[in-house]
């Protein structure tokens, strides 16, 4: 029962940005959509997260479509720093669908050429 | 703050060993959680708890016990190693309820069961 879909690998090259693509057609009204990201031979660690409106951190920027059924992560300027694997997340209130689960799916790797 | 801890970093059972894996975290975090990553793979959830003594089970939970007598300690054990149990296993931990909580991984126990 995933409840997102992302594309399997992704390549970019160093300074250029970077659009990582998440589907999530069975979002429901109160879940949040998370980004982590884990670098090699380390632990996931946070991105981002929204709601409705896009978000801007130093790290990345979120866009989220209108229906909420799909979101965008944007590296705004790639480095070889940020080839990674990143997972898209829905994040649920107490009791909702997601909410007593935190579900990873396979994530998208990303590669950094320089 | 020290974070998220795990104990130990690696290990190596033979079959039919028990042991227990270690994660603490300082942060007064209610939500705590067990994964596992198997090579090439996301990440897996074994067992949460969203409090002292409240748990349940993820998507993996067979082979593995958790207990959780008080907030800062999420103890996993493995009842009888096998060598589908060789992974990685990450601990992490956030605030619950609100939907926007980041959770904070751990840096991870390699296992390798022979």
């Known amino acids: 029962d995933a409840k997102t879909t992302q594309p399997n690998s992704m390549e970019s090259n160093e300074e250029e940005p970077v659009h990582l693509p998440c589907n999530h057609s069975?979002?429901?009204?109160?879940?949040?959509i998370h980004w982590y990201r884990q670098l090699p031979s380390q632990g996931p660690e946070y991105v981002i997260h929204?709601?409705?409106s896009n978000v801007n951190n130093r790290m990345a920027s979120l866009a989220i479509a209108e229906d909420r059924k799909s979101s965008t992560l944007i590296l705004h300027r790639a480095t070889l720093r940020d080839a990674a694997v990143y997972y898209c997340?829905?994040?649920?209130?107490?009791?909702?669908?997601?909410?007593?689960?935190?579900?990873f799916g396979a994530g998208t790797i990303l590669r950094v050429k320089s | 703050n020290a974070g998220v801890t795990q104990t130990p970093k690696f290990q190596v059972l033979k079959t039919g060993q028990s042991m227990t894996l270690q994660c603490a975290q300082d942060?007064?975090?209610?939500?705590m959680s067990w994964y596992r990553q198997d090579p090439g793979m996301g990440l897996r959830l074994i067992h949460y708890?969203?409090?002292?003594?409240i748990t349940d089970q993820g998507e993996v939970p067979n082979g593995y016990n958790v207990s959780r007598s008080t907030t800062e300690d999420f103890p996993l054990r493995l009842l009888s190693a096998a060598p589908s149990q060789t992974s990685v296993y990450f601990c992490a931990s956030s605030y619950w309820g609100a939907g926007t909580d980041t959770q904070y991984f751990g840096p991870g126990t390699r296992l390798t069961v022979l």
């Open positions: 708890s969203v409090g002292a003594g």
């Open positions: 997340i829905l994040r649920g209130l107490r009791g909702s669908v997601y909410g007593n689960k935190l579900v």
């Open positions: 069975t979002i429901s009204g109160t879940d949040y």
């Open positions: 942060m007064n975090h209610e939500y």
């Open positions: 929204g709601l409705t």
